[in-house]
């Protein structure tokens, strides 16, 4: 049930021939803050923002992020908040973070990235941290391993279902060699259970060469 | 870093470094997670994490709050703040600075080159991730048969995901899954 399964997501980040995230559209996200409709938000009003959308966001953030963001708030247009997301989605690590230090410091700078940021972590921490004290002590009682296994199939599925509706594209595009790349990391992390770092660092550029292969071939043969 | 380190900068190390290589998202490091406290480190077993998965997806918030747990876990309090820090910061502190960056570098066509050759990657991630959970879930033909369910509804319904966890979690209490 990661973050990007929620709307919006697959549409933006196919292997596709057009620029998934157009390099002449980005600046206009990144460089014009006072564009959107709304003045642009304190750092309270980051703050709390992002504590509400992480509070309320109940597998996965990023369906309430957009809401508050975009329609609450009119802090972004659409487009833009798409263009932010595709950006924190490239990027190592928790996207929903990325995004709110990226969010937050374009209107505020880092003190303002700081409040998105311990908004959005803050409050379910505290959450979480209770949750993680509870099952230290109640961990063993039966009634609540029995439930949590439960939780655990359900979650499973969930998640398969996320990387059912992300392999859609690839499919549909019949592109084979991201199937075949997407099958490769499959092996190497579900299968053999090799070390993450080991096996980025050599799929990362064998993908990047591809990647920049196809694209090459593709602009020959637009402009003979 | 030697095992017999201080366990919080063990965690912190471990997350920290974790968090650079999780292409796609916090889902995308759930085997890498598994592999170093299961395996490696021996902080929690098969089942434990697989309980933990269950109750971060229980929780409000990102999913990357796993680690929180994790960190917990493995040193009380200050080990789940150590380890969400270490997951979270060292991320966002490069979202910052490469969100500059790209405003710089406005008609570079290398941003979509690395976003599409990273697309397949993370998808693997997640479907490891996926294969690695359900092997810690799913030990008998009805865990299996609850899991098929959840991934059927979730794909064809637009169920709010956390109406299908309870829904688990009540056929767990009746003691279907085992």
Redesign the interface.
Known sequence: ????AELGWPRR????KS??????S??AA??APNLPTSPPPGLIALFVAFAKM????????LAFARRAIVEQHHWMSAEEFNE?F?????????????????FG??FRG?AG?LAA?TG??G???V???I???L??HF?EVE?L???????????????????????MP?LKKR?Y???A??????AA???L?L???AV?LV??PI??A???AI?RRAQRQAKP | MNPGSNPISTLVWTFAVMSLFAVGGGNSAIPEMHRVAVDVRHWMTDKQFADIYAISQLSPGPNVLIVTLIGYSVAGLAGGLAATLAMCGPTAVLAYFVSRLLTRMRHSRWPGIIQAALVPLSIGLMAASACVLAVSSDRSLAAGLVTAGAAVLASATRLNPLWLLLAGGVLGFAGVVG
């Open positions: 049930m990661g973050e990007p980040v196919g292997r596709s620029q998934p995230m157009p390099p002449d980005l600046p990144a460089s992480s509070l309320s966001g109940f597998g996965g953030v932010t595709a950006l924190c989605h490239f990027l190592p690590g928790p996207n929903i973070v990325n995004l709110s230090v990226v410091s374009r880092i990235g940021f959005l972590i409050p379910p921490v959450i979480v941290t949750l993680a004290a099952y230290a961990g009634a391993r029995r439930i949590l296994a439960g939780v655990a199939c359900a979650a499973v599925g969930l998640l398969m279902a996320v990387v059912l509706r992300m392999m690839l592109d060699i991201g199937l790349l997407m099958a490769a990391v499959f992390i579900g299968l259970r070390p993450l770092p980025l799929a990362i993908s990047i591809i990647s920049f694209r």
